[in-house]
């Protein structure tokens, strides 16, 4: 699955973006990992709107694609230049 959210806090935009797998255990249950991008930017977002939002893609990976193209945060963050931080993780959920 990916992810698409952002969030407000303090005077920053946290901007993430993850792609989320399952590994199947011996044992025959599930560990989830994780593999992600954080960006922290002034917070440049248009004020209207919720305070953060959670976009999962589910299985229609086009559809999910859509809607981030489309979200106002997401052209937002692509309009600018002032990023103040790039963090990359990785690791179990």
Not at 41 to 66: I, K, M, N, T, Y
Request: aromatic residues 12%; contains cysteine.
């Amino acid at each position: 699955m990916l992810l698409f959210e952002w969030g407000r806090y303090d005077d920053e935009l946290h901007v993430q973006f993850v792609r989320q797998f399952g590994l199947e255990e011996e044992e025959g249950g599930v560990t989830y990992e994780q593999v992600g991008c954080s960006l922290v930017l002034a917070d440049v977002a248009p004020r209207e709107g919720p305070p953060f939002e959670v976009l999962w893609s589910g299985e229609d990976l086009a559809r999910w694609f859509q809607e981030v193209e489309q979200n106002a945060v997401f052209n937002a963050v692509m309009a600018i230049s002032g990023l103040t931080e790039v963090v990359v993780t990785a690791g179990p959920v």
